[in-house]
């Protein structure tokens, strides 16, 4: 009997880069046979079961077609937890890890528990890693999607925090009725214009449109949340937003206009300029 199923030739034979046909076989490893991703070279000569072969192919065709290794995964890691996600929930990216760094660093500064509104909260990721470091954080947490929202508890059970978090159903403040005076307001809402080509390449392809961009020129949700914010803030409130990284000049001038100071730029790993924050005036 050839060997034409162990691992060592399905890897060999994949057409997919070697990088993603080791992650989806380790998957299918851990699915199957309950093996770590270590087995890929201890066990190569492990002939996979029908089922198990089946699924592979299965996730090597859907791959090949160029659906997020995320959402085959149904998971992914961000800051230091790992989030359940699917088709409803953008996929939280790295560069998004920013705006919890800002939250942290803010949160370290206060002497009581801090009060946080994180808008658009999607599959939960800066909700839940700021709740799983902070442990003093009251955090509300809003989406207009109910399908997010449902991920985005899913995810908060998981990581023992449900009961940490107060989620909203709503549009921006919308879903707030009359919660007000927080410490700190985050987000990261669809930014890419809607004639952006990048919509249609790669994983965006795969993603929540209205997660992705406001059908518009990119910065109308970046204006309502920055708009509105001091109304939500604490005098010294903090408010951060992700945005895209030609959007910054545009970013700090709403935050001005809206009688937010010290507006800041804030670098993402790549050396973009991925985030800005800015401060409600302590008098007022
Ligand atoms: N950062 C995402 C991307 O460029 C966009 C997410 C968003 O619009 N908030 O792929």
Same mark, same amino acid.
């Given at each position: ?15 997919? $880069? ?13 699915? /199957? =046979? ?15 079961? $029908? ?8 996730? *090597? ?6 659906? $997020?290794?995320? %959402? @085959? ?16 929930? @953008?996929?939280?990216? $790295? ?32 909700? @839940? ?8 954080? *009251? ?33 921006? =403040? ?57 109304? %939500? @803030? ?8 992700? /945005? ?41």
């Amino acid at each position: 009997m050839s060997s034409s199923n162990s691992l060592r030739s399905l890897l060999g034979k994949s057409t997919l $880069p070697s990088n993603e046909a080791k992650i989806l076989l380790a998957f299918i490893l851990e699915k /199957h =046979y309950q093996l770590p991703r270590s087995a890929l070279l201890s066990k190569d000569d492990l002939e996979l079961s $029908p089922t198990a072969l089946e699924d592979w192919m299965d996730l *090597q065709s859907r791959r090949m077609s160029g659906e $997020p290794i995320a %959402y @085959l995964l149904g998971k992914k890691g961000f800051y230091n937890i790992e989030l359940k996600v699917d088709p409803g929930v @953008l996929i939280p990216r $790295p560069e998004t890890e920013l705006l919890v760094e800002i939250a942290l660093a803010q949160l370290a500064k206060l002497s009581a528990p801090g009060r946080i509104l994180d808008l658009g909260t999607g599959s939960g990721a800066i909700t @839940l890693a700021v709740a799983h470091n902070v442990p003093s954080a *009251q955090i509300t947490a809003t989406d207009q999607s109910d399908e997010a929202l449902m991920i985005a508890k899913q995810n908060a059970t998981a990581l023992g925090l449900i009961d940490r978090v107060e989620f909203r159903q709503g549009s921006w =403040y919308e879903a707030l009725a009359d919660q007000t005076s927080f410490d700190i307001i985050l987000s990261n809402p669809p930014y890419i214009a809607n004639k952006d080509p990048h919509l249609s390449q790669g994983d965006l392809r795969f993603e929540p449109v209205s997660a992705l961009t406001d059908g518009s020129t990119g910065l109308s949700c970046l204006e309502t949340i920055i708009s509105q914010a001091g109304h %939500y @803030l604490k005098p010294g409130g903090l408010l951060a937003v992700e /945005h895209g990284f030609d959007q910054s000049e545009a970013v700090i001038g709403l935050m001005k206009k809206a009688k937010l100071e010290g507006a800041q730029v804030h670098k993402d790993l790549s050396g973009h300029n991925r985030c800005a924050s800015a401060r409600k005036s302590i008098s007022k």
